[in-house]
């Protein structure tokens, strides 16, 4: 769970959308709705303007695995497919209704050129994404799964409303049947 809002602020985009041409449109995606399949040719990154999603690809054995979860204000994209145009392995799923906005590679070219100022906004979102996906994927290696199920409590108490447990198990790296043992006791 990463805002972007910080570092791109929706009504300038929509603003910067008329007065660029830049042709953004939108999507609503319903819940259940996978909106992006392995496989599929990711063109665009998307904002969400409204709703909760999850990212998740398979394992070897074909089990889902989150990868991440996504509210208002995030931007996502299947970094592989949309920046390397390599064969993309994600799966965006909307766990409620959501509202995105589509940016083409070329759209969002055009408005870094009428708003070049806007890169160093993007590097900085960019850092701080990958920072916090670092310390995730650290996390797995240097906190118990109970230390980590607590700071996911803590730092995003309404994803335990929003998502199944199943999905969280497999986000912090646990089964469902661990995250049960440790739900009881706490």
């Given at each position: 769970?990463?805002?972007s809002k910080l570092?791109?602020?929706?009504?300038?985009?929509?603003?910067?959308?008329?007065?660029?041409?830049?042709?953004?449109?939108?999507?609503?995606?319903?819940?259940?709705?996978?909106?992006?399949?392995?496989?599929?040719?990711?063109?665009?990154?998307?904002?969400?303007?409204?709703?909760?999603?999850?990212?998740?690809?398979?394992?070897?054995?074909?089990?889902?695995?989150?990868?991440?979860?996504?509210?208002?204000?995030?931007?996502?994209?299947?970094?592989?497919?949309?920046?390397?145009?390599?064969?993309?392995?994600?799966?965006?799923?909307?766990?409620?209704?959501?509202?995105?906005?589509?940016?083409?590679?070329?759209?969002?070219?055009?408005?870094?050129?009428?708003?070049?100022?806007?890169?160093?906004?993007l590097r900085e979102?960019?850092?701080?994404?990958?920072?916090?996906?670092?310390?995730?994927?650290?996390?797995?290696?240097?906190?118990?799964?109970?230390?980590?199920?607590?700071?996911?409590?803590?730092?995003?108490?309404?994803?335990?409303?929003?998502?199944?447990?199943?999905?969280?198990?497999?986000?912090?790296?646990?089964?469902?049947?661990?995250?049960?043992?440790?739900?009881?006791?706490?």
């Open positions: 769970m990463f805002s570092y791109i602020d929706i009504e300038k985009l929509i603003k910067w959308n008329l007065e660029f041409g830049l042709g953004l449109r939108n999507k609503s995606v319903k819940k259940g709705e996978i909106f992006l399949k392995e496989g599929q040719r990711c063109k665009h990154l998307y904002y969400l303007l409204s709703g909760f999603t999850r990212v998740y690809y398979l394992d070897l054995e074909g089990n889902e695995i989150t990868h991440w979860f996504c509210a208002k204000d995030a931007i996502i994209t299947s970094p592989f497919s949309y920046v390397k145009d390599e064969r993309n392995i994600l799966f965006f799923e909307a766990l409620e209704d959501t509202e995105l906005i589509l940016i083409s590679a070329k759209q969002l070219d055009k408005l870094l050129h009428y708003k070049p100022e806007l890169s160093e906004a979102m960019n850092a701080e994404f990958a920072m916090v996906l670092s310390r995730r994927v650290m996390s797995l290696h240097t906190q118990t799964a109970e230390e980590r199920y607590l700071n996911l409590m803590k730092e995003h108490p309404l994803l335990f409303q929003k998502a199944k447990l199943s999905h969280i198990a497999s986000f912090l790296g646990i089964t469902q049947q661990s995250l049960s043992r440790i739900r009881k006791n706490l």
